[in-house]
């Protein structure tokens, strides 16, 4: 396999799937704001340049990683965009998460012209786009699924076909919506058991072999000293950031209101981040949520 792949979009995730693909011999040109991260991708063996649709009017697949709906339509829909550059017959992948009609609109403007798109969102952390075993919920043709299984596998290890055009982005949201309720719910949890005096490393035990088990308490707890490896341990840097967070319920929420859907739990979960980004932790991990809720707890916090 020799693709020439361009990747926009170098953050927290972006980076470290560019690396990959650039580990594994591909030829990657990366693109971002940030300096210092197109550096990094470099000495992973990457390469970059000057101009990045100079890039894309040479690339067979073109990747991009960005925060928010209004960035993908741009980089895709504009006069200067993708779709003005792009050679015939390129892959292209958006893995941002962004709205699933967002998407949609995208994908029929590139359809339109010919090419073929995916929306291809991802679950997994930093930590999993950095080890290579990202969920990828991919929404698209089946063979344009097909024709991106070599690049997704070697990003990620569980990939799906969600559907259509879109359905990437919808099975993303309703994830996201689902794991910031349960952020919430295990740090109110912790903060009770402790109030109570109890150790939270024997707390989270319990409740990881217990009907309350769920990713956050196997993988991500959010509280200091439990998992070395968690943001939590790591005064919350890195990770999931508080706004990415409410940017994605935020998504959930005007779907919900847009599709006359019932998400009681998930606007509450918005608006309690929303606060937690008021605060002034916007750039934090979304599991520092713990925090705030100490300011409710009478002071019993670790």
């Known amino acids: 396999m020799s693709a020439n792949i361009v990747f926009i979009g170098l953050g927290n995730m972006g980076l470290p799937m560019a690396q990959n693909l650039a580990r594994a011999g591909l030829q990657v040109s ?10 990094k991708l470099v ?16 690339a067979d697949v073109v990747i991009t990683m960005l925060p928010a709906s209004r960035h993908v339509e741009s980089i895709y829909l504009g006069e200067n965009g993708i779709l003005a550059h792009a050679r015939a017959g390129a892959l292209l992948l958006d893995c941002s998460t962004i709205a699933p009609d967002v998407a949609r ?16 969102p991802v679950s997994g952390g930093t930590g999993g786009a950095t080890a290579g075993t990202l969920t990828f919920m991919v929404g698209g043709s ?11 596998q070697i990003m990620g290890k569980a990939i799906y076909h969600a559907g259509g055009s879109g359905s990437g982005q919808t099975v993303k949201m ?19 058991g402790m109030a109570n005096g109890m150790d ?33 341990s790591k005064n919350y840097a890195g990770g999931f950031g508080v706004d990415l967070m409410l940017k994605d319920l935020g998504l959930a929420v005007e779907n919900a209101l847009s ?11 918005r ?9 002034g932790a916007g750039g934090l991990d979304f599991s520092s949520i713990f925090n705030m809720l100490a300011k409710a707890d009478g002071g019993h916090s670790q």
Not at 43 to 58: L, P
Request: aromatic share 4%; proline share 5%; charged share 20%.
């Open 43 to 58: 000495a992973a063996g990457g390469k970059t340049e000057a101009d990045a649709m100079a890039a894309v009017t040479k």
């Open 271 to 279: 608006n309690l981040y929303d606060i937690h980004s008021k605060s």
């Open 30 to 39: 990366g693109h971002d704001l940030v300096k210092s991260s197109v550096e």
């Open 259 to 269: 599709t006359s859907s019932s998400v009681p739990m998930g606007a509450l979960a």
């Open 105 to 120: 609109k995208v994908a029929a403007a590139a359809e339109a012209k010919g090419f073929t798109m995916l929306d291809a």
């Open 174 to 192: 309703c994830n996201n919506m689902l794991l910031g309720i349960q952020m919430i719910g295990t740090a109110e949890a912790l903060r009770l």
């Open 200 to 232: 939270p490393k024997v707390l989270s035990e319990v409740m990881s072999k217990s009907s309350g088990r769920n990713w956050v308490l196997e993988v991500y707890n959010p509280c200091p000293g439990v998992m070395e490896a968690a943001p939590s």
């Open 142 to 152: 089946a063979e344009g699924f097909v024709a991106a299984q070599p690049y997704l």
